[in-house]
T-cell receptor
Framework: GQQLNQSPQSMFIQEGEDVSMNCTSSSIFNTWLWYKQDPGEGPVLLIALYKAGELTSNGRLTAQFGITRKDSFLNISASIPSDVGIYFCAGQEGGNDMRFGAGTRLTVKP | DAGVTQSPTHLIKTRGQQVTLRCSPKSGHDTVSWYQQALGQGPQFIFQYYEEEERQRGNFPDRFSGHQFPNYSSELNVNALWLGDSALYLC?????????????FGSGTRLTVV
């Protein structure tokens, strides 16, 4: 089963609002990643983090790698309708496979 | 530059049957990973192939097997299908030793077992 706990499971927000979601793990990872998946498509990488404490931005997206290496969060500022989708966190240790969270489903109301 | 190509996009199989899914990696990539994504869940790692060998394997039974060809393309085979095998099967390619940010996912194959 999933090793990562991702919350919240779903969010319904108004266009223009900020969004925050997070992911915790019982395992230590040396890489945290955030993906977005649109219906009928595979996940697309948004942000990659590979150092504890690292804070990285990609446009309106900001993500942080937790100090304990067991957690990460993703913030989206000033949401727009095209932000709708499912957001997944994923952790990776060394060259091992990625472990994914169960996802956060984001709905943005115009 | 083509990304990851998976075929078929959809298929329906009967319990007990066997299925083969195919993946062509992104140009320049030599490693292929397969994931199973059940409805409402995140992708679950099945296995990874590099140099035509299975390099890592997740917690999946032996009914799930794979192959990688000299041109780096890959197949996922599932024998004795169960209803619970119904899912989206995703292929991700990367360069050897690539970290998670080096993975490119295909659009997946939607398998329905009836």
């Amino acid at each position: 089963g999933q090793q990562l706990n991702q919350s919240p499971q779903s969010m319904f927000i108004q266009e223009g609002e900020d969004v925050s979601m997070n992911c915790t793990s019982s395992s230590i990872f040396n890489t945290w990643l955030w993906y977005k998946q649109d219906p009928g498509e595979g996940p697309v990488l948004l942000i990659a983090l590979y150092k504890a404490g690292e804070l990285t931005s990609n446009g309106r997206l900001t993500a942080q790698f937790g100090i304990t290496r067991k957690d990460s969060f993703l913030n989206i500022s000033a949401s727009i309708p095209s932000d709708v989708g499912i957001y997944f966190c994923a952790g990776q240790e060394g060259g091992n496979d990625m472990r994914f969270g169960a996802g956060t489903r984001l709905t943005v109301k115009p | 530059d083509a990304g990851v190509t998976q075929s078929p996009t959809h298929l329906i199989k009967t319990r007990g049957q066997q299925v083969t899914l195919r993946c062509s990696p992104k140009s320049g990539h030599d490693t292929v990973s397969w994931y199973q994504q059940a409805l409402g869940q995140g992708p679950q790692f099945i296995f990874q192939y590099y140099e035509e060998e299975e390099r890592q394997r997740g917690n999946f039974p032996d009914r799930f097997s794979g192959h990688q060809f000299p041109n780096y393309s890959s197949e996922l085979n599932v024998n004795a299908l169960w209803l619970g095998d119904s899912a989206l099967y995703l292929c991700a390619s990367s360069y050897v030793g690539g970290r998670g940010y080096g993975y490119t996912f295909g659009s997946g194959t939607r398998l329905t077992v009836v």
